[in-house]
């Protein structure tokens, strides 16, 4: 597993901190359409993710909490030095009407892992996560095939967001929307002739789930709902959502310390991930790797750098160890809702490495919500 020099294994947090910490699940609603774009041309933004990445989710959250007075400015350096809110990517949510009840069900999403395959032509899909809870996983990228019996290779769905519908597999892509303005100068606020952009953006009414790790005393001033701008483009009107707290986590039920997990966030690809004296070692790896930025940092203003990343959905095989058996459980918990942060130069990494175990991982690709 390659290592980048520049980058740290983790954090060191006080124990007393870390057993602080809540866990929580929300649900995001676009009011407005939100510019998340994938790539940047020279005449603007285009092919959104399908996802919102944590560091964006959680920059978004501070940002508003800040500007509310919810919390201070010395909170806010206290978290670009030392992360202690931390926020997975937030996945679409699928609703579909059922024609027998007439109730509206919805779906999470979770992306698809490097051994899920849809047939081009009818459409069959599969999904085989049993045999590598038996095996050790390669390193690397994924060299894998599946075939439809009736019409041969199949189509991969590796990181496309997906959910189980009866015994089905199905890919959900949210809708999008196109829109051009005309560019404005900043020092005058008129338009400028000839300066058009073009955005391409989820459309609003699309909803999200996520989950989030906050203190204490950041969960005690959080309303049940909160309006926060998310992504590019909110001069103009784009990404204003509304944040609701659906549930928090009881951590007696995190007691998955080994096996075979999946990243429900792209995974900074180092051998060993530590935060709060605990840590995870990466024993085996079947995932793809790409190269992104690795977020904005509020305080400083500018954009973190451009690193290597192993796509969401991928499957490792991992070993949670700490002193004891409660940290155990915390950090088990914390590494499948906020991911463990990364240190990078100056600047924290957060956003990444949120782990699942399989079992949850398919528990929810088939669960509903009315």
Not at 30 to 59: E, N, Q
Not at 147 to 175: A, N, Q, W
Request: with cysteine; net charge positive; glycine share 8%.
């Amino acid at each position: 597993m390659e290592r980048t020099s520049q980058v740290s294994e983790g954090m060191v947090m006080d124990q007393s901190r870390m057993k602080s910490l809540r866990f929580l699940e929300i649900e995001i609603e676009l009011i407005s359409p939100a510019i998340i774009p994938s790539r940047m041309t020279r005449s603007g933004y285009t092919r959104p993710l399908d996802y919102i990445p944590g560091s964006t989710l959680r920059g978004a959250l501070l940002a508003t909490l800040y500007r509310f007075g919810y919390v201070d400015k010395e909170m806010i350096r206290r978290e670009a030095n030392e992360p202690s809110v931390l926020s997975s990517s937030a996945y679409p949510i699928k609703t579909i009407e059922e024609p027998t009840t007439n109730k509206a069900l919805s779906h999470y999403t979770l992306p698809a892992t490097p051994t899920t395959f849809r047939c081009r032509i009818c459409g069959r899909t599969v999904l085989n996560l049993g045999r590598f809870t038996v095996q050790d996983l390669s390193l690397g990228e994924p060299h894998l095939v599946a075939e439809c019996s009736e019409h041969g290779p199949m189509k991969s769905l590796y990181t496309m967001p997906i959910y189980r519908y009866g015994d089905d597999i199905r890919v959900f892509k949210p809708r999008t929307i196109y829109t051009t303005s005309v560019s404005i100068h900043k020092e005058l606020g008129v338009a400028m002739r000839g300066m058009l952009f073009s955005y391409e953006a989820i459309a609003e009414g699309t909803k999200f789930w996520a989950r989030l790790v906050v203190p204490d005393y950041v969960a005690e001033k959080l309303p049940e709902r909160l309006n926060v701008t998310i992504g590019r483009g909110s001069s103009r009107g784009f990404g204003h959502s509304s944040v609701r707290i659906k549930s928090s986590k009881n951590i007696t039920n995190s007691e998955t310390t080994s096996g075979v997990f999946i990243s429900l966030s792209p995974l900074v690809p180092l051998s060993r991930l530590s935060y709060g004296g605990c840590e995870v070692r990466i024993r085996g790896l079947l995932g793809r790797l790409t190269r992104m930025f690795s977020g904005w940092d509020m305080l400083l203003g500018r954009r973190r750098p451009l690193i290597k990343l192993v796509k969401p959905g991928a499957i490792v095989r991992a070993e949670i160890s700490c002193g004891d058996s409660e940290n155990t459980k915390i950090f088990a918990a914390l590494l499948s809702y906020g991911g463990i942060p990364i240190r990078l130069d100056d600047t924290w990494l957060t956003g990444f490495n949120v782990l699942v175990p399989v079992n949850e991982y398919e528990k929810l690709l088939g669960e509903s919500l009315e």
